[in-house]
């Protein structure tokens, strides 16, 4: 994991089943390494994303703005680790990520944390509000042979401070790497015919909370539909 950090990267997703996932992994298992933490393979997330009063991080992806920033809190459950995190995705589509260790996660960004945020940002700290917690479990897989992480997310929970809604039976599935490599698991996605795309996580979860416009994610919902509907097979 410390030479696959990529922490400038690029990052390629695909949605298919929960039940096509063991079916995926055994294909797999030869070209792979998996992420074991105190024991645990399959390690549990939960992150608080700020945005301002009128979602105008959520807005500036909705527009597909490049250059555009994601800000948020993490916690790594299995190690108990915090951190205040800022994503960057330039204009050449490569996600940048900084990141602060915390004490625990907080409701206000202040601290270090600020510190980071106005030295990686535009944003100021009073005009960001917390509005939305992401959580999920996640593997995470190493590539035996090239700096490629693969990511795979279940149990997807969305929380505000007035509702919560998790979404059963889907796979988010990332693949970072530095540069574009050959990588196993994208073979194995266009052998089965799963094309790239997805949502940001983020995103996602803004459109199942919140009365938004959502017009230019309506694609990648359609696809998501199709997955948790199960119109998606192996074939």
């Known amino acids: ?21 063991p079916y995926f992994l055994d294909q ?3 070209d792979y390494r998996v992420l074991e933490i105190e024991g645990n393979r399959i390690s549990r997330y939960e992150s608080l994303y700020f945005d301002t009063a009128n979602f105008d991080l ?36 490569r ?10 996660i907080g409701d206000s960004i202040k601290d270090a944390a600020e510190v980071l945020l106005r030295d990686k940002t535009p944003l100021e700290s009073v005009n960001l509000e917390a509005k939305i917690w992401v959580n999920y479990s996640r593997i995470t897989f190493v590539n035996k042979v090239s700096p490629e992480r693969v990511t795979i997310d ?20 990332e693949v970072k790497q530095d540069k574009a490599l050959s990588s196993p698991f994208v073979k194995l996605m266009k052998k089965y015919h799963l094309r790239e795309g997805s949502i940001s996580k983020y995103c996602y979860g803004i459109i199942s909370l919140f009365k ?14 199709k997955v948790l509907y199960g119109t998606i097979t192996n074939n």
Do not use: W
């Open 58 to 93: 959520y807005h500036c992806h909705h527009r597909r703005k490049p250059n555009r920033f994601k800000i948020r809190f993490r916690k790594y459950v299995e190690s108990n680790l915090h951190f205040f995190e800022v994503k960057f995705k330039n204009n050449k589509g």
């Open 154 to 173: 279940i149990d997807l929970t969305f929380k505000s401070k007035e509702q919560c809604k998790t979404i059963e039976n889907l796979v988010i599935a």
């Open 1 to 21: 994991m410390d030479n696959v950090k990529l922490m400038d990267r690029t990052d390629t997703k695909y949605v298919f089943t929960l039940q096509q996932l």
């Open 95 to 104: 996600t940048i990520k900084d990141r602060v260790k915390q004490k625990q």
């Open 212 to 225: 938004i416009k959502h017009n230019n994610f309506k694609p990648n919902l359609i696809l998501l539909k």
């Open 28 to 30: 797999l298992k030869n």
